[in-house]
Each structure stands twice: as structure tokens, then as C-alpha cells.
């Protein structure tokens, strides 16, 4: 158990619908990472928050967008869903921003219908 | 930007014999190089890391290389066992970003 927690850990939902998935970090860690891996893509990072605010962008969709609370958890929105966007939902967190180690959370399955 | 390539992506060894998993990087300003274990469905977890001031990093069975100057990382696991079976992720990182550009995984089977 890494320490970081995600829900839900299935998310089955029809295309064009929103989903909002969470991310608690490790106790003490400030920086949150978002993933996706799916088949075709392999492990892409998608964005990083760092105390509340964005620290960096990937290759996340305009469709896509997170934000992270004042209590360090972390949301990320997933609006008009296609089919292409099933994939498992990583949540990374690390102690702040640099080279430090990340610890992953067990994911979210999203399948779109 | 970053990009990582990794190889093989398929590695099957019997019970014993040791398995080496190699990465390049394009970016020479990355300095951070984790290694990540996925078994099927679960998260990836950290398995060693190394950082550009050090060539050569050992934890019991594991064992991590890296050579700045070709841009190259290799994972070394001595005496395989089956439960080493699953995917390794090679990833590379910098201060300026920290985060990690991912290879494309090997998937590793150890043979009883």
C-alpha cells in the first residue's frame, strides 16, 4: 500500500457524460500527479499540482481538467467522454516538486460506453 | 520534449537466470531514472531509482545502471523468480518538470 488512495476504482459510464474522479496523496506529500495509461498509449502523464496550484502540463484534452483542494486532495474532470478515453486513472504523489520519488495510487478504471 | 525508449518489450527467463531491461533517453537535461513494477491491474510501484550523480545503484536481487554520456539506464534482476513476473517501466524525469516520461514497459516472465 502506497499510501495514496483513489475512488471509485470502476467507473462505467455511457459517452458524452462527466465523471470526477479523487486522489488522496500520501500524509505530508504536496505535489499530485495524474496519469492515464490505456493499451495503445502506454503511461502518459497528463498534469501536476503542487500546494493548490498547476506546476505542469501534458498531454491532457481541453475535455479534461483537475484542480487540487486546500486539503492537498486532488480531482480530475473528464467531460464529454468518447470511447477512446476508456483507460485506468493513475493518481502519483510525491513530497514536493523536483526530482523526488512519486508513489501511485491503485487507479480508476473508466470504461465508456 | 522527453522521450524514452525501452526494450525488449517481451523478456521470458527460466527460474535463476538473470534478466536485464535497457532504456535511452532523448533529454539530456533529465537526472531523475525510477523504475516502476506493475503487476496485471494493480498500480505501478517503485521498485529503485537512480539519479545522474550516481552510475550504479543495488538493492538485493535489483540493480540499476546508468550512463550519462549515451544516455542509456539498465534494470539488472539476479536470480529471477516468479514472482518477478510483470511489467517493468523505465521512466526518466527533470527538476524543471518532474514528470516522468515513461518507456513503453516490458513484460517479463519468469519460468518455474
Known amino acids: 500500500d502506497s499510501g495514496v488512495t483513489q475512488t471509485p476504482k470502476h467507473l462505467i459510464t455511457a459517452t458524452g457524460q462527466r465523471v470526477t474522479l479523487r486522489c488522496s496523496p500520501r500524509s505530508g506529500d504536496l505535489s499530485v500527479y495524474w496519469y492515464q495509461q490505456s493499451l495503445d498509449q502506454g503511461l502518459q502523464f497528463l498534469i501536476q499540482?503542487?500546494?493548490?496550484?498547476?506546476?505542469a502540463k501534458g498531454n491532457i484534452l481541453e475535455r479534461f481538467s483537475a484542480q487540487q483542494f486546500p486539503d492537498l486532495h486532488s480531482e480530475l474532470n473528464l467531460s464529454s467522454l468518447e470511447l477512446g478515453d476508456s483507460a485506468l486513472y493513475f493518481c502519483?504523489?510525491?513530497?514536493?516538486?523536483?526530482?523526488?520519488?512519486?508513489?501511485f495510487g491503485p487507479g480508476t478504471r473508466l470504461t465508456v460506453t | 520534449g522527453e522521450n524514452v525508449e525501452q526494450h525488449p518489450s517481451t523478456l521470458s527467463v527460466q527460474e535463476g537466470d538473470s534478466a536485464v531491461i535497457k532504456c535511452t533517453y532523448s533529454?539530456?537535461?533529465?537526472?531523475?531514472f525510477p523504475w516502476y513494477k506493475q503487476e496485471l491491474g494493480k498500480r505501478p510501484q517503485l521498485i529503485i531509482d537512480i539519479r545522474s550523480n550516481v552510475g550504479e545503484k543495488k538493492d538485493q536481487r535489483i540493480a540499476v545502471t546508468l550512463n550519462k554520456t549515451a544516455k542509456h539506464f539498465s534494470l539488472h534482476i539476479t536470480e529471477t523468480q516468479p514472482e518477478d513476473s510483470a511489467v517493468y517501466f523505465c521512466a526518466a524525469s527533470n527538476n524543471a518538470g518532474n514528470m516522468l516520461t515513461f518507456g513503453g514497459g516490458t513484460r517479463l516472465m519468469v519460468k518455474p
Open positions: 533529454d539530456s537535461a533529465s537526472n531523475y
Open positions: 502519483a504523489s510525491s513530497l514536493s516538486w523536483g526530482t523526488y520519488e512519486q508513489y
Open positions: 499540482y503542487y500546494n493548490g496550484e498547476e506546476r
